[in-house]
């Protein structure tokens, strides 16, 4: 679990005294690291009464073209400027380029929140 408080350390380098234990809203969990491959859900309890859903696998994206959305199958993916391992890794994250069957779309939806892919068609 990752910590999401305050810095341990002051601006000049001092250790910072704790005021008080950590809260559950600090909490922070790993990146789900979305993978193309057979569809694989994970839930989430979230804040409030809902529930988030992380796609840890999918191979399947909702295209848009000019208005028109139909379902596509993701081949690999070519770009990822979140991190230039993420291409080679076939991991997808929001604003990178897959290769669809309906050809190559940038994503546009955050599969490790939403648990969906959506993209847009590259000309």
């Known amino acids: 679990m990752k910590d ?5 350390r002051k601006r000049t380098g001092g250790r910072l005294k704790h005021a008080s234990n950590k809260k559950r809203h600090q909490l922070g969990r790993e990146p789900a690291e979305t993978t193309v491959g057979e569809t694989r859900l994970q839930y989430i309890d979230s804040r409030g ?5 992380r796609a840890l696998s999918t191979n399947v994206a909702q295209v848009a073209d000019d208005g028109e959305v139909s379902e ?12 230039v391992n993420y291409a080679r890794r076939n991991i997808v994250t929001k604003g990178a380029v ?3 069957s309906a050809g190559r779309a940038r994503v546009t939806s955050r ?4 648990g969906q892919v959506n993209a847009v068609l590259l000309d």
């Open 98 to 100: 897959i290769e669809t």
């Open 111 to 114: 599969p490790g929140q939403t």
């Open 49 to 53: 009464t809902e529930k988030k859903v």
């Open 4 to 8: 999401q408080g305050r810095s341990t």
């Open 72 to 83: 596509a199958e993701i081949e690999n993916v070519v770009d990822n400027p979140a991190n």
